[in-house]
């Protein structure tokens, strides 16, 4: 009605105006499209390789979760051990050999245990620098994509909005980095319930991995 009553005496004006716009308009749409069927390809591998990226993720933590439950076995054996030696020693004869061998024995798997926490530890800072490369790619790749696309079907573009994908990435992230926060609990729960003498040295690197997950959830979370 406002162009109709500003161009009521110059209606050639109008359609030339009228003329550009649906021009303009078919341009973007054109552009849309063809953009949309290049990318179909491109979207399908990228959507590929994510989900491998993040169900692996998520196996790697099943099996760190899968290690430290076999170190809470470890810490029971030692701890049996040590609180059963002294009767067991009181059935030989060589007191002092046996005493030596079981204090050796203890020392060995307690070496053990400490390689073992050690292993645990860098392979959970592995898997969260390879989710920190995941979680970059959903907030700063995937997720503007899909506000472009959002953008795009707003103008009549036949884009996919679906959040199916992305729901799914941005929920298995956040679970890998709270199951490894829960892992890292466990950990230090383990050193507190055996008084692990080697706490003190693993404490620093416990407390980075924390912050270091700490401030991935944030992020996902945040966007």
């Not at 390789?49 to 196996?59: C, I, S, T």
């Not at 307690?110 to 995941?134: A, D, M, P, R, Y």
Request: proline residues 2%; aromatic residues 4%; hydrophobic residues 35%.
């Amino acid at each position: 009605m406002f162009l109709k009553n500003q161009f009521q005496n110059e209606p050639q004006n109008l359609a030339r105006i009228l003329s550009h716009c649906l021009k303009e308009e078919k341009k973007i749409l054109a552009l849309a499209s063809k953009t949309q069927g290049c990318n179909n390809p491109s979207m399908e591998q990228n959507s590929t390789e994510l989900d491998n990226k993040v169900n692996g993720l998520k196996q790697q933590t099943l099996e760190v979760k899968r290690e430290i439950k076999t170190l809470e076995d470890l810490y029971e054996q030692l701890d049996l051990i040590q609180k059963t030696w002294p009767s067991r020693v009181q059935q030989c004869n060589e007191m002092n050999q046996s005493r030596a061998a079981v204090e050796e024995d203890c020392l060995e798997r307690e070496s053990f245990i400490t390689q073992t926490k050690q292993i645990v530890l860098q392979q959970l800072c592995g898997i969260l620098n390879h989710t920190s490369q995941v979680v970059a790619t959903l907030t700063d790749v995937e997720l503007p994509k899909w506000k472009h696309r959002q953008q795009m079907a707003c103008i009549g573009s036949p884009v996919d909005t679906s959040l199916d994908h992305l729901q799914k990435w941005f929920t298995v992230a956040a679970e890998v980095i709270v199951g490894i926060r829960e892992q890292l609990l466990k950990l230090q729960e383990q050193n507190n319930k055996y008084n692990c003498t080697d706490a003190s040295s693993l404490a620093a690197n416990m407390v980075e991995i924390q912050k270091f997950a700490l401030s991935l959830l944030t992020k996902l979370l945040t966007k």
